[in-house]
T-cell receptor
Framework: DAGITQSPRYKITETGRQVTLMCHQT?????MFWYRQDLGHGLRLIYY???????DKGEVPDGYVVSRSKTENFPLTLESATRSQTSVYFC?????????????FGDGTRLSIL | RKEVEQDPGPFNVPEGATVAFNCTYS??????FFWYRQDCRKEPKLLMS???SGNEDGRFTAQLNRASQYISLLIRDSKLSDSATYLC????????????FGTGTRLQVFP
């Protein structure tokens, strides 16, 4: 089915480990986004990408790395995971931004760092 | 002050009731406004855009008040299936390509 998919759905890892969250979309949307959602906070933007090989920081980028070598994929890497990065991570995409263009979200990855 | 503020609720209403949520935003340069719905920590889904003149989609009505910098969502004839968290979302001009999400208002509809 077309859409946006994230993997894994759930992940438990230990502090200091590297972990990569995957995001894949089949719409050929130009824009892709990574958010984290924590209690007491709205969705907070980590990184976003306007096109392949173009990425930019969001509100909370520290401790994360992204890449976008292909339009359809936008992986998020925690280079050395910390407990404060325990969260629910959502990937989203949109055809363009600005105006009334909504974002479409993946199912999320529940990440626990012990 | 947060860019987008919402009453977290919960709003507990019986089936058939009418309920309204407000959301205030701090940046007067805000351009576009949306309501998203999120069920129990699942992915947010677009409920409706909010237009300057107000707009309706079935039982849902959205209003925008630029002078007072708030948007509202009215739900008529509430259904059990409306139980969810409603996120107010703002696109701010000059903020690049990013949306600002409120923390959400939780609605619980009971029989």
């Amino acid at each position: 089915d077309a859409g946006i998919t994230q993997s894994p759905r759930y992940k438990i890892t230990e502090t200091g480990r590297q972990v990569t969250l995957m995001c894949h979309q089949t719409w050929s949307h130009s824009y892709m986004f990574w958010y984290r959602q924590d209690l007491g906070h709205g969705l907070r933007l980590i990184y976003y990408s306007a096109a392949a090989d173009i990425t930019d920081k969001g509100e909370v980028p520290d401790g994360y790395v992204v890449s976008r070598s292909k339009t359809e994929n936008f992986p998020l890497t925690l280079e050395s995971a910390t407990r404060s990065q325990t969260s629910v991570y959502f990937c989203a995409s949109s055809e363009r931004t600005g105006g009334r263009q909504p974002q479409h979200f993946g199912d999320g990855t529940r990440l626990s760092i012990l | 002050r947060k860019e987008v503020e919402q009453d977290p609720g919960p709003f507990n209403v019986p089936e058939g009731a009418t309920v309204a949520f407000n959301c205030t935003y701090s940046n007067s340069a805000s351009q576009s406004f949306f309501w998203y719905r999120q069920d129990c920590r699942k992915e947010p889904k677009l409920l409706m855009s909010v237009y300057s003149s107000g707009n309706e989609d079935g039982r849902f009505t959205a209003q925008l008040n630029r002078a007072s910098q708030y948007i509202s969502l009215l739900i008529r004839d509430s259904k059990l299936s409306d139980s969810a968290t409603y996120l107010c979302v703002v696109n701010i001009k000059g903020y690049g390509d990013k949306l600002i999400f409120g923390t959400g208002t939780r609605l619980q509809v009971f029989p």
